[in-house]
């Protein structure tokens, strides 16, 4: 409990902001940015690693935390992400270095906020 | 049959040249690149699906044709193929159209040179 | 009369394909994207030369094509597509020039295909 | 008074620092980055907000931080600028969306320091 | 003798082109280019090299084929442009596979054209 | 001594982080990116400067970081250093910039810590 959530109410204060100003494009962005993680064809957790992996290529640390964080909330154990990383990792090479480091530090985090148990792999 | 085995073709003549005056740094990285899609705790068509989002959201069409062709050769349905492709296209913006546009035009003619059986929902 | 021509028309076909297959968050997509840049506090022409800018600085030939077409299409005078232009390589830097290179052999295309009547400056 | 000014005078200390080292090339390169922006064919505001998009699609929150100040200078109003962060929204994802975050957040901070008055629409 | 000076007379031509319409920032921007792959502390031959990485981990094909000319030019051998392709791939990931290959094609088509004689470890 | 030890300190503890959970393909990973830097047809230094550039133009501040440290420790001088600046800002335009200006700033830094001297022409 900690940084985590403090990661998510900043988040969330400044996306407040964003809707107060923001015309129509923005909000309906914002509407089809959920739409695309919901469960369909693919489950939900397929998609936040495809949100996790271009996010690592693409080298956005926000959208790592947050997908990092959404992939356990949907039951991503430890071996996913790791192969998950490892696909960016080879995709975007070692400019994605930096993110990836980023990204297990803060997954370690998660694991230990929330018991860890949404990876019955570890103890 | 025609066009996506002439791409294959040109592809693995390219590689057979760049193996010719390849380093160990070079061959090893495309043996990392083969290992990374590998079965593990996630099965090769949802690291194909990894792959083709991370390489439209990075624009690169030879990427995107390698992993579309992929993705159908490890049984991806056209609807799992069509939310992968929406993912990228909130992730990336609409600077991934063209690529989508070429995405789906090769999508469909790999359906149709392969008799589209591996999407049951295609008649 | 030539190539500008067949590049809309074959933009629109392969859109068309796209459609064809779209979910819902695709489809939604476009149509944001065609909201985006109506008039508004900022005139379109306006922004066209943004879509135009941005899209130089991302190094996509099609979008650039498109936002030069689009731009001469809402009056958009050689100068002013010019200074945009300077925008873009100062930003985005050499590896725009061939992009650069490509936008001004177009506008040159465009001009000549409708009588360079758009721009007032061009005799 | 605050951030804002914290952030020119450190980006203003900085700038001072690659002076003193440059060779003529990153001085000249300096010189044009200024001359891009200043008024002809397109007023100061509209290269302004050309700045502001291509530095959003780039992600470039120092960038972005900047050419957000400009806009203001040159009178934008709140309109003018969402709907230029509309633009860069659409063209470059769901990945430009923190940068966006911290732009509005900004924004905000901006008008509050100088009583709001260059955008006549806010109060 | 052919696709690499047709390569050479096109980028000419479209050159030219530019200049025709270009203004005071673009005209110097060229002027930059050309300073920053002079002699100085370093040779021509290592600014060579640096433009040819970063264009590779850029992802630009023209920029690509225009460097490793040049890098021939100044004299590099095989096993140094071998080398600099190891730092671009593993810097920029299996993205950067297609421009490779598209390189060593070049690099293969220039050493045939030029007698081989730039690298004297060729036969 | 202070925020650049803390800087390698830090790196070091998230890598070995990393280490714990990596699979073989990010292992391998990383010693590929070793092996791409070492002595071979080009000197370390050169392709430190290689890595340093392929770093900036792709706008990643921890790592345009590392490679100034390693190539001040390779011998690199202040010219040499600047030079190689100069390309990546020519080839990467104005939104390499703010990380010029943090490479600028941590060389300062690196050059005080240790005493200067690995650059000749500072006294």
């Known amino acids: 409990v900690g940084s985590i959530e403090e990661f998510a109410a900043e988040r969330e204060a400044l996306n407040e902001n964003v809707m107060k100003y923001a015309g129509l494009t923005i909000k309906r962005f914002y509407g089809l940015d959920a739409r695309a993680y919901r469960d369909g064809a693919l489950p939900q957790k397929t998609k936040e690693l495809l949100g996790l992996v271009a996010s690592m290529v693409l080298r956005c640390d926000d959208c790592v935390a947050y997908h990092v964080i959404r992939c356990v909330e949907e039951g991503a154990s430890d071996a996913e992400l790791q192969e ?7 995709v975007g090479g070692s400019i994605v270095v930096p993110h990836l480091r980023r990204a297990v530090d803060l997954l370690d985090e998660v694991r230990a906020e929330r018991g860890g148990g949404a990876d019955p792999e570890r103890p």
């Open 84 to 90: 998950s990383f490892s696909v960016a990792l080879v």
